[in-house]
């Protein structure tokens, strides 16, 4: 396995893993690896031949007051992980590298970077866009592969890929969970004791809006108000959003009657937390 630190060397490297009509699969990541990510890996290793994995904590789509700084980070034990689930190549460049000196180009995806999260984190999937967009562009992967768990992120991708017509398959694996059902993330780490039990309440509210949907509600307004109630016993966490949209356009639906994704965020103590579930999947 080869860990690589510049955009020269990750592209030559990567063109030449392909050149003998390899296909080569991508799985970024900000680091601090769990099982997870190892699910993107092992998907991966399944559909493609050649894996590459990058490890970058992208400052750009971290707000000036968020985590950028103190954000988890593991590459020794990351790539002691990786190494042992067969990946080829880790892409782990410093920030000056990914963004020199002068850098002002960015990747907006119209409409879809202001919602869910977008709303309450400006300029989150900007940075998102754009780095994804650059990595795209060095390691030119035939597939890349994204958590469910970021409903929103991998919306913004797949509509990116498309407006931009770049020659790469996204590939979207199912939410990995704790025995308990909170959603595995890297930010769990910032969780003490009591912030952990209380972390459950998001995948609570999740679970309240699917029963009701099981028993046939439909209307949005209805879930959403049930889901938000179970918040109200909870008082170190603050509900950022409960929303129920279309999963491409992330656009509020009044009606859940086709697929919706229904999406939750909020701060547990001063960790922000996120999950998801499809209704009618
Ligand atoms: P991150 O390192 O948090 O930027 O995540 C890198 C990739 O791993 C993204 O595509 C995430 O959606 C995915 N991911 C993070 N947590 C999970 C999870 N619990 N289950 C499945 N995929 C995940």
Not at 55 to 68: K, L, R
Not at 123 to 129: D, S
Not at 157 to 169: E, F, N, S, T, Y
Not at 235 to 248: A, C, H, K, W
């Amino acid at each position: 396995m080869k860990i690589v630190g510049t955009i020269a060397e990750m592209r030559a490297l990567c063109r030449s893993a392909k050149s003998g009509g390899k296909r080569l699969g991508l799985v970024p990541t900000m680091g601090a690896l769990h099982e997870g990510h190892l699910s993107l890996v092992r998907a991966a290793k399944e559909k493609t031949d050649v894996i590459a994995t990058s490890i970058f904590v992208n400052p750009t789509q971290f707000g000036p007051t968020e985590d950028f700084s103190r954000y988890p980070r593991a590459l020794e034990k990351d790539c002691a992980i990786l190494w042992r689930e067969g990946v080829e190549f880790v892409f782990a460049p410093a920030v000056e590298e990914m963004y020199p000196a002068g850098a002002v180009t960015w990747v907006t995806v119209g409409g879809l970077s202001d919602r869910l999260c977008g709303k309450s984190r400006p300029g989150h999937f900007r940075g998102v866009a754009t780095v994804v967009a650059k990595l795209f562009h060095i390691i030119e992967p035939d597939a890349a592969f994204f958590g469910q768990k970021d409903a929103a992120q991998h919306a913004i991708i797949r509509k990116m890929v498309r407006d931009l017509d770049m020659p790469v398959a996204i590939e979207v694996c199912p939410i990995v969970r704790e025995a308990d059902g909170l959603a595995l993330s890297s930010r769990n780490a910032y969780l003490n004791a009591e912030e952990r039990k209380s972390a459950l309440v998001l995948y609570r509210s999740l679970q309240c809006a699917q029963e009701l949907f099981r028993t046939g509600e439909r209307n949005s307004a209805k879930l959403i108000a049930a889901a938000r109630q179970e918040f109200a016993s909870e008082s170190n966490v603050r509900l950022d959003y409960f929303e129920i949209v279309n999963p491409d356009s992330l656009e509020p639906v009044l009606d859940t009657s086709s697929p919706s994704l229904a999406a939750v965020a909020a701060y547990v103590g001063n960790t922000r937390l996120i999950d998801n579930i499809v209704l009618g999947a």
